[in-house]
């Protein structure tokens, strides 16, 4: 193989550096380059190729978990673009954002069965529909990279929320 470890993950896969994909050539691309880069097809080869295999079997699969999944996508094109999320240190939120997330979290202690932590499951997933949509604008329109790290920490925040109120659906479900 002629590709080069160090590449990004856009290059690796022969597409363009933008939020927006499409998903079917990604997961074709993929299916290609890990046919190309299987540690099998260099099971007769000298130790140099096979390790260069499967050091290039780790690499396609690392970026192809990382594009494929949306949040980490828009992370990694802000990294690319001089702006790391930073997320541990960087919590800085508006307060409308905050004050929803606090309200979130009282409805879900407040939760009163199965009904309720449905309906909060859903508006959940609504508001990451529409926040994966302004990531988008955000990202292939505007190229704000700064703007685009903020969203994805809010979002960060939403999908642990999300996990946060999936948790106790199974818990009641048990």
Not at 126 to 137: K, T, V, Y
Not at 138 to 165: G, I
């Amino acid at each position: 193989m002629n590709l080069n470890l160090q590449s990004n993950d856009f290059d690796i896969f022969g597409i363009e550096p933008r939020f927006t994909l499409d998903r079917d050539a990604l997961d074709a691309r993929w299916k290609d380059l890990q046919r190309e880069a299987h540690p099998d097809r260099f099971a007769t080869a000298d130790a140099q190729a096979q390790r260069q295999a499967m050091q290039w079997s780790v690499r396609i699969n690392e970026a192809y978990q990382r594009l494929k999944d949306p949040l980490k996508r828009a992370a990694y094109l802000c990294e690319l673009n001089g702006a790391p999320i930073q997320a541990e240190n960087n919590t800085a939120m508006p307060a409308a954002f905050l004050m929803q997330q606090m309200q979130w979290r009282e409805d879900l202690e407040e939760a009163g069965g199965l009904a309720d932590l449905e309906r909060m499951a859903d508006d959940v997933a609504a508001a990451r529909r529409d926040m994966l949509q302004s990531l988008q604008a955000t990202a292939d329109e505007l190229r704000d990279w700064l703007a685009l790290a903020q969203q994805v920490r809010a979002l960060m925040f939403v999908e642990r929320f999300a996990r946060d109120v999936e948790s106790r659906i199974d818990l009641l479900g048990q």
